[in-house]
């Protein structure tokens, strides 16, 4: 009789831990799936009436873009490739004093020329403008 109650105390020992390691293993892959399931979109509501949309007569955009963005905005490829040069060795010398790595694409002026017209020329200017700019402080 005594071996009976053993068996049946060592079957249930075992049942009982089989069913706990299960339940810690299925709660542990549940959570690492939500983990890599979850993302967060952030949606920005569009305000075309709104007052940084202002009506322009003047504009040929017909909105104040122009002026809001200015300095992306060239009438020819000429004017753009000399602005992105001239913001380019500015930038260039700033990061050269500082000391900080060459990387010209790191830079705001050339990230968002994509804003206006002439974008490969405002940033081909930008990148030799950059690398002059650069290397004048590192070389004085």
Known sequence: MNTKLLRRMIGFFLTALL???MLLLTTTSVGAQQRVQRRVVIIR???PFGPHRLYDPFSPYGRLDRFRYNQYVFSNSEKAYDQGYKDGRKTGEKDGQKEKSYDPERSHYYQE???????????DGFS?????GFGSQRLG
């Open 19 to 21: 069913l706990s390691a």
């Open 45 to 47: 509501p569009i305000r």
């Open 113 to 123: 020329a994509g804003f206006g017209n002439f974008a490969e020329a405002y940033r």
């Open 128 to 132: 030799s403008g950059y690398r002059e």
